[in-house]
């Protein structure tokens, strides 16, 4: 099953499942994703087996459907638009899970501190974001003022519900501040944490929907004036550890929300030359996790 929330003028926040081109309004019967995953941890059934039964009696109610393309657009109060897949109240990041990510990380900041923890059974955790740090599909991400060198981190994300295993997939953006990262490692919370420094969606995938989580492949490119100016590729096969093994870790002496995100870490390296200007578009897309579009803006430092 793929879910979504979105927002349609006079009726506010919608909750859909996506069939091929078109979105089935099941919020008669499922107010919000998180309370359909609310309801299906308390029956002790996936996320799959209960969006199918909101889907059935959505149906049974005659539920709207409306075209997906008629929501890809930028968050305004009058037009329809995608919502976060999720109102999550805690955001977190795996770091240093793909090999390219450490050894780019050691060479530029000459250390070996990320090829370390590549090799350490302790994964790299860290607090990412709320909610109102991020921007949903078709929002603006953003560059901090005192950054000159900030990258997408194009990755996969996982919902967390009460157990280790994903209860869904979905599509982040850990846009971060590398220079400031490069600086000193201690800079990181900084360079990851401010506003509109992540995005997330366009959708939850189940894992019933997503098929092998280790052979999730997600493109990215970054658009400039229209023109490509970058494209890069990774697979989660390329991913060193578990997705329970990361939640696992995660949640050890640390109550972690129904509904956290957690990334799971990027496995592409853009160039310096592909650093993230004002007006930018920032594409991310995966076979089995849709699309995630984001423009860009430099922040004023207020
Ligand atoms: O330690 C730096 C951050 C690592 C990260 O975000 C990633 O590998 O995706
Ligand atoms: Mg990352």
């Known amino acids: 099953m793929k879910l979504v929330q979105f927002f349609v003028p006079e009726l506010g926040k919608r909750v859909g499942v996506v069939d091929g081109e078109k979105v089935i309004d099941i919020t008669e019967v499922a107010p919000t994703t998180l309370a359909l995953l609310e309801r299906a ?19 049974r109610q005659n539920a709207p459907t409306l075209d997906f393309a008629s929501l890809q657009n930028s968050p305004a109060p009058d037009k329809p638009h995608l919502l976060f897949p999720i109102d999550a109240a805690e955001i977190w990041g ?25 090799f350490s059974d302790r994964p790299e955790l860290f607090f990412k974001a709320t909610l109102h740090r991020c921007a949903p599909p078709f929002g603006e991400i953003s ?12 990755e996969v994300a996982v919902v967390i519900g009460l157990g280790n295993q994903p209860v869904a997939f979905t ?17 990181l919370p900084q360079s990851k944490i401010y506003a509109g420094c ?28 229209g023109v490509v100016i970058f494209e890069g590729e990774a697979s989660t096969s390329q991913l060193s550890r578990r997705y329970d093994e990361l939640i696992s870790f995660l949640r050890r002496d640390n109550p972690i929300p129904v509904g956290t995100v957690l990334t799971t870490g990027t496995g592409i390296m853009p160039p310096p030359e592909a650093s993230l200007h004002e007006g930018d578009i920032v594409e991310i897309e995966s076979p089995q996790l849709g699309k995630l579009v984001n423009k860009v803006r430099k922040l004023r430092g207020n």
């Open 41 to 59: 941890i308390a029956k002790k059934r996936g996320l799959e087996e209960e969006a199918k039964e909101a889907l059935e009696e959505a149906m």
């Open 94 to 118: 795996a770091g240093v899970t793909y090999k390219r990510s450490a050894e780019e990380r050691d060479a530029d900041s000459q250390t070996d501190i990320y090829t370390r923890v590549y």
């Open 143 to 154: 560059v901090r003022s005192d950054s000159e060198f900030t990258a997408v981190e194009a």
């Open 171 to 187: 599509l982040c953006n850990d846009v971060s501040a590398w220079d400031i990262e490069r600086a000193n490692p201690l800079y």
């Open 198 to 225: 992540c995005s997330f969606g366009p959708m939850l995938v189940t894992p019933e929907q997503v098929g092998d989580p280790y052979g999730i492949v997600v493109k990215c490119r970054i658009v400039r004036n």
